[in-house]
């Protein structure tokens, strides 16, 4: 059971990037899939979630409209994709993998099982 996050690196303010999750020795179809992440100093936080079809997202508040969320269920992988970065979204950003016993929605960072080892982000000026 695994998953690999891959696609992190340095950035100027402003612009993209595209981080990716492939997992395996799972159904990753029947899963829901987050995105968090983590600033030096401060606690994980909760990025966004993708319903185990795709069908629903939700996102932190502090990147919507910015971060959109997609999975490829025929590929195992699920993708970040980043725009118009600012230097407060520097941080080591994990994927994780949560049942579908619940929503999206009423899940909490307690609700994913499984997680991967994180990709370092890091946004200059």
């Known amino acids: 059971v695994q998953l690999q996050a891959s696609g992190g690196g340095l950035v100027q303010a402003g612009g993209s990037l595209r981080l990716s999750c492939a997992a395996s020795?799972?159904?990753?179809?029947?899963?829901?899939m987050g995105w968090f992440r983590q600033a030096p100093g401060k606690a994980r936080e909760f990025v966004v979630a993708?319903?185990?079809?795709?069908?629903?997202?939700d996102y932190a508040d502090s990147v919507k409209g910015r971060f959109a969320i997609s999975r490829d269920n025929a590929k195992n992988t699920v993708y970040l994709q980043m725009n118009s970065l600012k230097q407060e979204d520097t941080a080591v950003y994990y994927c994780?993998?949560?049942?579908?016993?619940?929503?999206?929605?009423?899940?909490?960072?307690?609700?994913?099982?499984?997680w991967g080892q994180g990709t370092q982000v890091t946004v200059s000026n």
């Open positions: 020795g799972f159904t990753f179809s029947t899963y829901h």
């Open positions: 993708i319903s185990w079809s795709g069908g629903s997202t």
């Open positions: 994780a993998a949560g049942s579908r016993r619940k929503t999206i929605w009423s899940m909490t960072t307690r609700d994913y099982d499984i």
